[in-house]
């Protein structure tokens, strides 16, 4: 069980769309940003509205021009989550947002340089309870005209860092950000420091958590598609959400931010962050002892749960009989298959053989006669009646197999 950071609390959203709280005893929110533009209304709104059924609990939006800002006015009334509006350069495009009722306001103090004109956002935030992020991301933290100067300043705090510099400059920007807000006594605040460099995203969050007890959003800046940008994601964040550093995260992706909702959510779960929605799928890498096509059969798998399953019932596919039924004896459903077959088990139980032909529906039958078990009270997830046992002895690996092909798969043992 991880034991999180204790933090300020922050809350975002209304009556109508639901509050999300960032930080103190809120679970670890998951977020996202449209990929298409703002005033593109109905694409907008049907763009939110699939991030949300992904799960999001809140979704950014990028507001560069006037007629951004305007579109909220008809998009904010048709969400369901929360609504965070993304400002650089221009704090009247802040002022307009608020103006129109979005529920946070990302701002990077750093590139709204009159201090009087983030006054003022401080000043609308403050009258109509909107949070700010404020964001010292590695990119727009160096001041191009005196970063050597700032370097040599700043450079010794840190001295032992490889990154010293850079966290001495975040470090040193954040308080006097900081010190702008609470000249005002704003202290609805959530802190980003992203960078693309893994090690220094996990130096920053770690060196602010210390410093500040403001709630954080975790990320990593221009992680790059998600074929590679989720390693270079999930390595950091989950290192620091493993050691209890974190409130509210998005993973970013140069592919469609549906993914990035799902992969933050991912993490969250398999952390213990959060309860999982929909069932938990295990499924073995195959080798050279498989004998379904579980590639295939894993993807049909998967897309039948997340359609049909809402509780987290753990469902394991295994290719033979090597492993199989070691995870499936962990599992609440389970499949191992042998000799183009597959032996379903529910709980420990075994309930069906069949051609792999007929594991899909029969598996998916077989989940959605549990669920509603666990639904009734029949049943609770997660407990098992029987061990399951390979065949004795499993000896050599791949014995085992050879023990189903003799037997045609329909008769393994089952200790009870
Ligand atoms: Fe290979 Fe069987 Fe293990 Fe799958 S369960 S990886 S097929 S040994």
């Not at 990302?106 to 956002?121: E, H, M, S, Y």
């Not at 005196?146 to 400059?169: P, Q, T, Y």
């Not at 029949?378 to 791949?398: F, S």
């Amino acid at each position: 069980m991880i034991s999180r950071r204790k933090t300020r609390k922050v809350i975002v959203g209304d009556d109508r769309v639901g509050r999300v709280g960032i930080g103190g005893d809120a679970p670890v929110s998951v977020q996202t940003m449209t990929a298409g533009y703002t005033y593109d209304i109905d694409a907008c709104v049907g763009e939110i509205h699939k991030l949300a059924a992904a799960g999001a609990d809140m979704v950014r939006l990028a507001v560069p021009e006037r007629k951004d800002t305007e579109a909220l006015h008809q998009i904010l009334p048709q969400v369901t989550v929360p609504v965070v509006a993304d400002v650089h350069f221009h704090f009247q495009r802040a002022l307009e947002a608020i103006d129109a009722g979005v529920h946070k306001i990302r701002l990077n103090p750093g590139n709204i340089t009159d201090r009087a004109q983030v006054l003022k956002v401080i000043d609308a935030c403050k009258e109509r309870g909107v949070p700010i992020r404020v964001g010292v991301n590695e990119g727009s933290i160096v001041e191009r005209k005196d970063k050597h100067k700032r370097l040599k300043e700043l450079g010794g705090v840190f001295s032992e860092n490889k990154n010293g510099h850079l966290l001495a400059i975040m470090i040193a920007k954040l308080e006097e950000y900081l010190e702008i807000f609470e000249q005002r006594d704003f202290r609805d605040v959530v802190i980003s420091a992203k960078s693309i460099d893994p090690v220094l995203v996990i130096d920053a969050y770690a060196e602010i958590s210390k410093r500040f007890d403001y709630p954080l959003h975790l990320g990593v800046t221009h992680a790059g598609p998600r074929e590679t940008g989720s390693i270079r994601s999930v390595v950091p964040l989950g290192h620091l959400l493993a050691t209890g550093i974190g409130d509210t995260i998005r993973i970013s992706y140069a592919s469609d931010p549906v993914y990035e909702v799902h992969d933050g959510l991912e993490l969250l779960y398999i952390l213990g962050l959060r309860q999982r929605i929909g069932a938990e799928l295990i499924a073995c890498p195959t080798c050279g002892r498989i004998q379904v096509d579980l590639f295939t059969l894993v993807q049909d798998v998967r897309k039948a749960l997340a359609s049909e399953i809402t509780l987290p019932i753990k469902v394991a596919v295994m290719g033979c009989v090597v492993n199989g039924p070691g995870e499936c004896e962990g599992a609440d459903v389970a499949i191992f298959a042998g000799d183009r077959r597959g032996i379903i088990y529910v709980q420990g139980e075994k309930v069906a053989n069949v051609p792999e032909e007929q594991i899909l529906p029969v598996l998916l039958a077989e989940c959605k006669k549990f669920e509603q078990k666990v639904q009734r009270g029949e049943a609770k997830l997660g407990e098992k009646k029987v061990d399951i046992l390979p065949p004795e002895p499993i000896g050599v690996i791949g014995s085992g197999w050879e023990k189903v092909q003799r037997e045609k798969a329909t008769s393994l043992p089952v200790v009870r």
